[in-house]
């Protein structure tokens, strides 16, 4: 064979293999094709979407605080003396004029009765001086004595007089000190505090009980100097506190006229209803003043972009991903929600956290939650996720 037949054999044999390899070729990019476009869908869970919906929005400065009882009253002894009895614990209910405990009042009986007396003689010598005084100016009258000793009688009736007065006074003290043996609730409501037992010795000034009403507590708290414009006597306060389960509302009574070197912020008080008796006082609470209230579409606050010059989020329309910028308005900090006044409509599908980062135009499926019983924990196949708020179906 010559080498030109060599060579055309050569070429014919490659000719052969390249036709038969090309329909291989055609089959695996065939093959591929699928596998790409399935690589192009992003999954995701429900956790990273949220839908924005019409509300009620409350805006205004965060508060933190404690609740105490609107009316409470410290009592303590007014007399030296031992504590014969108490009649009240810590926890108890009393009525305005309950007899809380009493105080030996042997000493103090003891100086009501001297007083007493001390006023019998006093008034016995203040009606004589005045009798005299009267006989004098009688016999002056008739020229019988001088007028000094009318003067004389003057200051003599003056005198018995003051007596009678300091006697009185005396008198009035030494009651007043009886009664105080006897302590009793200035108003109805509950024993707060019990500081004494029987056998102990008071002196004036030691502390005995506390007296709370709780029907009616306010809310100690204290807002930051910056945001005091937003705070006005009278707006409302929605705050929660440890044991409650529920919002609870209330209203600004008293505002601070000077703010607190130190911290920077403003004092202030709001009333609270509590005629159901669920909260008590020394409960810590946090909360909101609502200095402004609106209906408007909300979303959460970690669904919006606000890196760049003008806010946007990741709208999930049609299946696929797409970019809006908005315009926000209001925000929420206690439910971590803001106000898009312009970009969004009600019910409208934002994507959260890592979903933020997928581009523009990709398609998107949601995955099955895998909590239900009998559900595999693999996505199954979900139809693409849409602007709508319908709830997702498991297969």
Known sequence: M????????????????????????????????????????????????????????????????????DREARLRAEVAGAVLQTYADAGQRVNAGTVLARIDDSAVRDAALSARAGVTQ??????????????????????????RDVEGAERANLS????????????????????????????????AEKAVSPGDIVTPGSAMFTVIDPRSLRVEASVPAVSLGEVRVGAPVTFTVNGADRALTGRVTRIAPMVNAQT????????????????????????????????????????????????????????????????????????????VTTGLASGDTVLLGAARGISVGVPVTVSAPSDAPGQRATTRGIAPATDSARPISKN
């Open 264 to 339: 920077k912020q403003v004092a202030i008080q709001a009333s609270v209803p509590n005629n159901a008796g669920v909260l008590v006082a020394g409960l810590f609470v946090e909360g909101r003043v609502s200095s402004q209230k609106r209906v408007g579409v909300l979303v959460p606050e970690q669904a919006v972009d606000q890196t760049g010059i003008t806010p946007s989020v990741m709208r999930l329309k049609g299946g696929k991903v797409e970019k809006v910028d908005v315009l926000l308005g209001l925000r929420d900090e206690v439910a971590e929600r803001v106000e």
């Open 2 to 69: 010559t080498t030109a037949s060599r060579r055309s054999a050569h070429y014919t044999m490659l000719a052969v293999t390249t036709l038969s390899l090309a329909p291989l070729a055609a089959c695996g990019s065939k093959a591929e094709a699928p596998a790409d476009q399935a690589a192009a869908v992003q999954t995701i869970g429900p956790d990273n979407m949220a839908v924005a919906i019409s509300d009620t929005l409350s805006s205004g400065p965060s508060i933190s605080g404690t609740l105490a009882a």
């Open 160 to 191: 018995a007089q003051a007596g009678l007065a300091e006697a009185q006074a005396r008198l009035s003290s030494a009651e007043k000190n009886l009664r105080n043996t006897v302590v009793r609730a200035p108003f109805a409501g509950i024993v």
């Open 122 to 147: 006093a008034s016995v010598a203040a009606q004589q001086a005045e009798r005299e005084l009267q006989r004098a100016r009688t016999l002056a009258a008739a020229g019988a004595i001088a007028d």
